[in-house]
């Protein structure tokens, strides 16, 4: 029987049921070839689009059924249990399955082939050596490139030349002469060559670290699903609680993912992992080409490396079957995607491991609130504490220096007395520094004397800063415009600077310090490839005493060298107009103050502010979380924010300021008849008003914003005005999305 087929294909059609799925007949020369899990090319109205094969049948659904054009991969792009992730990422993000779906294959989606290498090798006997070598010392390039080619096997003709300082033509000459022979084979684009697996000496645990490790191998012998929460301070050796955790998890035949934030995806990070599990780890993240990308995401997909060490997107890599997700740093924002689906990979990751039945393990010194309060009795996650750095190390001295006292007595520079003293005596005795602060640039404000005017970017409204090379930048979407001598606005002729930034920063220490060598990490600084490892290794190899930077410099490094951290202005994150403000300044004092005393010196802290009654900061300096959780915790529960709601943002963006914010308020008067609708005055619902970045990249934002306890209703509110509106927004050149559990508000 040859019966004709039929496909369910997935498109994405703005303004449809955002999981709808259309049929199409296969036709009779791709039966055999088109199957679940390709991408076909289909015909859509007047269009040509592309969708997903997420099903085949025999009977037809619908009267008039159009034909599939062609398949666009050769083989399959997803498996079922992919596709399910993808329906839960759009059913609990409210986005398109199409969305969805391609985050989840997305390195599937740029694929590349390898292109062949042609490499280069000695194909003389060495025997005959020494007479070749003495034909030709009359032709001493030929020679060069000879020497060259027998001590560095492998190089492409490229290569060969510029390292034996000859032409081409000399290269080509010794391959014509066969002398050289040329061979083609595909490289494997390994991103970490220089790593491999070393017979390292194992490390006993410490008494808290093995009943840590004890606990969660439990778990993962029984097979089930659990969830810990590990909160261990800073230096207490999370770290190597992970590697053997995997390994117990290895033992049983599963896989294991471990994600970290992108800036604590060091080298070192890595070298930890390739160390202990080698060629079995496959690493994920953002500065890998797609081609190194796509290879290590295969080897994921087809077993041969059970071990995944990657960032945010890790979390949807095609491990089989995960029976062990850890997130370190867990409390880091860079866990939320910001664009669809915008979700967040802790709520990714506890999806997985549910339904896996797998072991999730989230770990910090500073938990986010959200999962602490899980971890409280009674709650749905374990809580395992750590107290103690390894080997007895003391928590660092932390001292607050009110800035408000420095000026009055007479010092109004950026750096107190104090500091500047401590740093002179690290250099004295040899050790080494941190300095951190939350901006890059010279001068963070640019403001004209005379009228007021403050610069900023024309397209964001976002203050221009002030850098070394004479310009202004905006630092969201990276506009440049030389720095004016005279007012745009008034004409007046005194434009001043204020504000510091790390350039600044950097500067003003080597005045004030003679001979101190300082380095500096910030996005400006490591903008090249592996420019991140460089300066990392410079520091941590001595060739610096201080280490400037933004809070890449906060989080994950382990540097023994360091005795001093100094923060320059620990206010700077606690008066954004945003809840969780008062959270992230005490996660990253908190962080920041971790980076020293990991050596055999103790260490010490120095936080300079304006503020230093706040309760973040009092914490923070006392390295005591469970004073900063409850006076926090209280302030949530009154005010009814997350943990005790959940919260959905609605944004409306386009480029003509007043059309966005009527759509909005159009949208608002919706959202009211649904929470009327859902009987729901549990329900709470403000806005529009403009989002926080209310113009950003030319376009103008307007938001609104619900939370309730409820979560159940206000997710009923969603879905249908979801359905009402198809996702999309009222109005040509206006953009909406919805974001769930939104992190910057
Ligand atoms: P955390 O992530 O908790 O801040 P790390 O995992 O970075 O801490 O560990 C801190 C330091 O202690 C690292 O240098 C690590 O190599 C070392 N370390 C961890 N466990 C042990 C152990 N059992 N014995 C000796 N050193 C250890
Ligand atoms: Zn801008």
């Known amino acids: 029987m040859n019966n004709q087929l039929y496909a369910d294909i997935l498109v994405e059609v703005p303004g449809m049921q955002p999981d709808r799925t259309y049929q199409y007949k296969v036709p009779r020369n791709l039966v055999g070839s088109v199957q679940f899990g390709n991408r076909v090319k289909v015909p859509f109205g007047k269009q040509k689009v592309t969708g997903f094969v997420v099903g085949l049948s025999e009977e037809k659904a619908v009267e008039k059924v159009k034909e599939i054009i062609n398949l666009v991969d050769n083989g399959r792009l997803f498996r079922e249990d992919q596709l399910e992730l993808a329906k839960w990422l759009a059913g609990y993000y ?6 969805a779906l391609q985050a989840v294959i997305a390195p599937a989606l740029k694929k590349t082939t ?19 070598r003495r034909q030709m010392t009359r032709s001493p390039k030929r020679l060069a490139a000879l020497e060259t080619a027998l001590q560095h096997p492998g190089l492409n003709k490229r290569e060969l030349a510029s390292m034996a300082g000859v032409s081409l033509f000399v290269v080509n000459q010794l391959c014509a002469g066969g002398i050289l022979k040329v061979e083609t084979n595909l490289p494997v684009r390994d991103p970490y060559p220089q790593y491999r697996l070393t017979e390292q000496a194992q490390v006993s645990l410490t008494g808290e670290q093995s009943r840590a490790v004890q606990d969660v191998a439990d778990a993962i012998r029984k097979g089930r699903h659990r969830a810990f929460m590990l909160h261990g301070v800073t230096g207490s050796g999370k770290t190597e609680v992970y590697l053997h955790c995997i390994e117990q998890v290895l033992g049983t035949g599963r896989q294991a993912i ?9 080298p070192q990070m890595v070298r930890l992992y390739k160390a202990r599990f080698g060629q079995h780890v496959a690493v994920l993240h953002s500065r890998m080409s797609d081609g190194e990308r796509y290879d290590e995401w295969t080897r994921i997909e087809n077993g041969s490396a059970p071990v995944v060490l990657g960032v945010r997107s890790a979390i949807l890599a095609p491990v089989p079957d995960p029976g062990l997700i850890i997130i370190d740093e867990e409390h880091e924002p860079s866990y939320k995607q910001e664009e669809a689906p915008r979700y967040h990979a802790r709520a990714v990751a506890l999806y997985r491991a549910r339904k896996s039945r797998g072991v999730l393990v989230l770990g910090s010194a500073t938990p986010s609130l959200e999962s602490y309060c899980r971890a409280l009795p009674g709650g749905e996650y374990k809580l395992i504490n750590m107290r103690h750095r390894i080997n007895g190390k003391s928590m660092p001295n932390v001292q607050l220096v009110d800035m408000r006292r420095e000026v009055q007595s007479g010092n109004s520079a950026i750096f107190s007395l104090v500091l500047l003293q401590k740093l002179r005596e690290k250099l004295h005795n040899k050790e080494q520094a941190i ?13 004209c004397r005379e009228c007021g005017l403050v610069l900023k970017c024309p397209r964001c409204e976002i203050s221009l800063t002030y850098h070394t090379d004479g310009r202004l930048r905006c630092h969201y979407c990276n506009y440049r415009v030389q720095a004016p001598k005279i007012c745009p606005d008034c004409g007046g002729g005194q434009v001043g600077y204020f504000g510091t930034g790390t350039q600044r920063v950097e500067m003003e220490l080597s005045a004030a310090l003679p001979g101190g060598r300082i380095l500096r990490m910030d996005a400006d600084t490591t903008i090249r490839k592996g420019s991140h490892e460089q300066i990392l290794s410079a520091f941590s190899n001595g060739e610096a005493d201080i280490l400037v930077g933004t809070q890449m410099v906060a989080k994950g490094l382990d540097l023994p060298g360091v005795t001093l951290v100094g923060v320059i202005n620990a206010d700077s994150s606690l008066h954004m107009p945003d809840f969780r403000a008062g959270e992230r300044t005490f996660q990253l004092l908190a962080q920041v103050a971790g980076r020293t005393g990991r050596g055999d010196k103790p260490g010490e802290v120095l936080i300079q502010t304006h503020t230093p009654e706040h309760y973040a900061v009092q914490a923070a300096s006392r390295h005591n979380y469970s004073a900063f959780f409850q006076s926090e915790i209280a302030v949530r529960k009154e005010m009814g924010y997350p943990p005790f709601a959940k919260m959905v943002r609605v944004l409306l963006s386009g480029k003509d300021d007043a059309a966005v914010q009527q759509a909005a308020e159009k949208i608002r008067t919706q959202l009211d008849g649904f929470v009327e609708g859902a009987n729901g005055g549990k329900i709470m619902i403000v806005g529009p008003a403009p989002a926080p970045l209310p113009r950003l990249k030319e376009d103008y934002r307007w938001h609104i914003i619900l939370w309730s306890a409820d979560y159940r209703r206000l997710r009923l509110v969603m879905e249908r005005f979801q359905r009402a509106t198809g996702g999309a927004a009222p109005g040509k050149e206006l953009r909406m999305s919805i974001d769930v559990d939104p992190m910057y508000i």
């Open 94 to 99: 409210f986005c398109s399955t199409v969305k």
């Open 435 to 447: 300095i951190f602060l939350n901006r890059r640039g010279f001068k963070t404000l640019v403001v």
């Open 258 to 266: 471990t994600l970290v934030p992108e800036i604590s995806l060091t």
């Open 114 to 132: 390898p292109r062949p290498v042609a490499r280069l090798y000695s194909v003389v006997e060495p025997a005959q050596l020494p007479e070749l």
